[in-house]
């Protein structure tokens, strides 16, 4: 019996040493492929700031076939609807000749302005302010936004903002919901807000169980633009987006200033030693610096992991005072 086991064992040997010699020329032409891949998507990435650039100058915009396809004017739509009162955005679309998302983005920018009487399925079309779009874009970025963070935001009273809404939520652009006693009103994004905007993220449905991280997360980045103006943030949507490998710890934030690239941390709860210092390790070796922004009893932790030395690079902070404030 055991002479058995032993012969079927060295016919199986050579199957294993082929196997893992196939698997070995695997990794190493995956690594070769990684290698250029990230070359391309350099490339990418120009490309799509020179488009940006021909778009810009031309008023045309390049389409997924490959053309270039003129971009219409509000007062081009505005004579067609004076001229054809009651049409669908789709038929001006296809009777000027360009995409409908061109003719949507139209009727949803540019200041308040009737279109010289005319309606469109009934109703009277009123554009948006492209501050709109723009602070829809925001909450699209951060996931969703509450209307105190709005106002902050914009630099003006909660009666304006509640305007802002109302022409969001008569659009269909974004819905208004409270979703905790005791607090502002939550504005989320709708399918149709986000491709107004020019957003590429999902609707995103919100989980109370996270409502508190992304509030805290939205002050963060509300105090950083006080304090540093001059600075880009990019979203945690966008670097889930573009990291390398799914397994990456992801930052809340990145905040670019000139060439530094500074991960932002918002932490509400207490972490192990071990959790943190993994997340530490990870995150100064991607980024120039670390920077959290914590509770009392997270920022004790973190504290002392800064001291150690180990993590030079390493700050930390208080959460922002208006949030500390409703806490």
Request: net charge positive.
């Amino acid at each position: 019996m055991s002479s058995r086991k032993a012969s079927q064992s060295k016919a199986v040997s050579p199957t294993n040493r082929g196997s893992r010699a196939v698997i070995a020329q695997l990794d190493a032409r995956l690594s070769e492929l990684d290698r250029e891949l990230r070359g391309m998507s350099e490339l990418m990435a120009e490309r799509r700031r020179l488009l940006a650039a021909r778009t810009a100058i031309t008023g045309q915009r390049l389409s997924v076939s490959g053309s270039y396809v003129r971009r219409v004017t509000q007062d081009e739509i505005a004579a067609y609807l004076a001229e054809h009162p009651g049409v669908r955005a789709s038929v001006i679309a296809r009777e000027l000749g360009v995409p409908l998302t061109n003719i949507s983005q139209h009727l949803h920018r540019g200041a308040t302005l009737v279109l010289k009487g005319a309606r469109m399925a009934g109703t009277t079309v009123e554009l948006l302010h492209r501050r709109d779009l723009d602070t829809l874009a925001w909450a699209a970025e951060q996931y969703v936004a509450r209307s105190d963070q709005l106002s902050i935001l914009l630099g003006c009273g909660p009666r304006t903002v509640q305007r802002l809404i109302a022409r969001l939520r008569q659009a269909r652009l974004a819905d208004q919901r409270r979703l905790l006693a005791g607090e502002p009103a939550w504005i989320i994004p709708t399918v149709k807000g986000l491709r107004a905007c020019g957003s590429s993220f999902g609707a995103w449905r919100p989980r109370l169980g996270l409502l508190s991280h992304v509030a805290a997360v939205n002050d963060v980045r509300l105090h950083i633009q006080g304090r540093a103006p001059g600075s880009q943030w990019v979203c945690e949507r966008v670097i889930a987006r573009e990291r390398e490998h799914p397994r990456e710890h992801l930052p809340d934030a990145l905040v670019l200033t000139g060439e530094r690239r500074v991960a932002i941390e918002v932490e509400l709860t207490v972490k192990s030693r071990r959790r943190l210092a993994t997340i530490l390790d990870e995150l100064t070796g991607r980024y120039d610096a670390v920077l959290y922004f914590c509770t009392p009893a997270s920022r004790r932790v973190l504290s002392e992991l800064s001291e150690s030395g180990r993590w030079p690079a390493l700050g930390v902070r208080e959460l922002p005072e208006p949030l500390k404030d409703r806490r």
